[in-house]
T-cell receptor
Framework: SAVISQKPSRDICQRGTSLTIQCQVDSQVTMMFWYRQQPGQSLTLIATANQGSEATYESGFVIDKFPISRPNLTFSTLTVSNMSPEDSSIYLC????????????FGPGTRLTVL | EDQVTQSPEALRLQEGESSSLNCSYTVSGLRGLFWYRQDPGKGPEFLFT?????EEKEKERLKATLTKKESFLHITAPKPEDSATYLC??????????WGAGTKLIIKP
């Protein structure tokens, strides 16, 4: 299994600003993902963070709004840019260590509130 | 279209009252079905992976089963600490996870 930590755990931000969320895994992993979870709802995949190349974004999410970095096999960042109240959500980092059908593990999440 | 449906949306049980949660799915080329537990304000915690119809897995008071169309998460003699939202996800032929909306389980002492 993989143990995943995220920073910050929560933040309250002003409209128009940006926030970068950090994700650290305790071991090298092949795949890292970023999800969004609105209150009371299930998970929505934002993008797959690719090591050494540009992230792969899902429909409805764009790089200008959610730039992602993955400089190595244990670390990734997600930036929420030019925030609006609609960006208020829980952002979750996830990782899969081995084969494609292996288990995905999740971090504790970052609760973002945009005023 | 690939889809995962969980029922019920919410379930309230008395402590010790056994029941089951359902996850029905339509997906092309099922690679695996995953159950997670999520406590409020936390990330999902992995419980089980099931890969083929007929497979069963157990962990403490939880038992997961899989058929060709659905999975059940049976909870036996639950305790208040079993209260959480239980999420089901299926992995399609492209290894993408498709998530259900979850079942919120409340166990009253």
């Amino acid at each position: 299994s993989a143990v995943i930590s995220q920073k910050p755990s929560r933040d309250i931000c002003q409209r128009g600003t940006s926030l970068t969320i950090q994700c650290q895994v305790d071991s090298q992993v092949t795949m890292m993902f970023w999800y969004r979870q609105q209150p009371g709802q299930s998970l929505t995949l934002i993008a797959t963070a690719n090591q050494g190349s540009e992230a792969t974004y899902e429909s409805g999410f764009v790089i200008d709004k959610f730039p992602i970095s993955r400089p190595n096999l244990t670390f990734s960042t997600l930036t929420v840019s030019n925030m609006s109240p609609e960006d208020s959500s829980i952002y979750l980092c996830s990782a899969r260590s081995g084969a494609a059908q292996d288990t995905q593990y999740f971090g504790p999440g970052t609760r973002l509130t945009v005023l | 279209e690939d889809q995962v449906t969980q029922s019920p949306e919410a379930l309230r049980l008395q402590e010790g009252e056994s029941s089951s949660l359902n996850c029905s799915y339509t997906v092309s080329g099922l690679r695996g079905l995953f159950w997670y537990r999520q406590d409020p304000g936390k990330g999902p915690e992995f419980l089980f992976t099931l890969y083929s119809a007929g497979e069963e897995k157990e962990k403490e008071r939880l038992k997961a089963t899989l058929t060709k169309k659905e999975s059940f998460l049976h909870i036996t003699a639950p305790k208040p600490e079993d209260s959480a939202t239980y999420l089901c996800a299926v992995q399609d032929s492209n290894y993408q996870l498709i998530w259900g909306a979850g079942t919120k389980l409340i166990i009253k002492p």
